[in-house]
């Protein structure tokens, strides 16, 4: 069975830091990854993800992640946070190809300083 | 392109009550999903369809959550009698048949159990 552990229920940065959100997974074939994101009262959204190929995808606002398979993990980054990326991030896995359930990580709450 | 429509966006209800919600997918997509977000908590698989058969079901408890889609279209999750712990936010999302897990999701419908 596939699982998905996010570190850090909620982190906190300044305006302008680097975000690092962390997630590691379990899967017993290889896994296709993505990362959602869920505003306020909003339904979730896709950031990025990935599938096959390059295991650094670059996604939407900024955002990246990369594929590490011999550390079971899919950390999502980006460079510089802006006060519009405060919102939930949840990590997912699906069981590769033909496989369309996803399992989520419980999330983590990205709060931005000014 | 429109997005995936759900109704109603809020309902409280007494425990023991009934209540109904409804989504309608994007058109064209033939997978349908209902999660269920407890407060905290990454979504969790109630249930999936494939055009209008059930593909698993295997998390919804059936013994008060009944749902179903008809025509391969719209669908409808019910349960009867709610409980205390049935308060959740719950999703549906739709992809399209051969997608690689990408989901796409509606606002969602938050339910209170009073």
């Known amino acids: 069975a596939q699982s998905v552990t996010q570190l850090g229920s909620h982190v906190s940065v300044s305006e302008g830091a680097l975000v690092l959100l962390r997630c590691n997974y379990s899967s017993s074939v290889p896994p296709y990854l993505f990362w959602y994101v869920q505003y306020p009262n909003q339904g979730l959204q896709l950031l990025l993800k990935y599938t096959t190929g390059a295991t650094l995808v670059k996604g939407i606002n900024g955002f990246e992640a990369e594929f590490k398979k011999s550390e079971t993990s899919f950390h999502l980054t980006k460079p510089s946070a802006h006060m519009s990326d405060a919102a939930e991030y949840f990590c997912a896995v699906s069981e590769g190809a033909g496989s369309y359930q996803l399992t989520f990580g419980k999330g983590t709450k990205l709060s931005v300083i000014p | 392109e429109a997005g995936v429509a759900q109704s109603p966006r809020y309902k409280i209800i007494e425990k023991r009550q009934s209540v109904a919600f409804w989504c309608n997918p994007i058109s064209g997509h033939a997978t349908l999903y209902w999660y269920q977000q407890i407060l905290g908590q990454g979504p969790k698989l109630l249930i999936q369809?494939?055009?209008?058969?059930?593909?698993?079901d295997s998390q919804l408890p059936k013994d008060r959550f009944s749902a179903e889609r008809l025509k391969g279209v719209d669908s409808t999750l019910k349960i009867q009698p709610a409980k205390l712990e049935d308060s959740a936010v719950y999703l549906c999302?739709?992809?399209?048949?051969?997608?690689?897990?990408?989901?796409?999701f509606g606002e969602g419908s938050r339910l209170t159990v009073l």
């Open positions: 369809f494939q055009n209008n058969g059930v593909v698993d």
């Open positions: 999302a739709s992809s399209y048949q051969s997608g690689f897990g990408e989901l796409f």
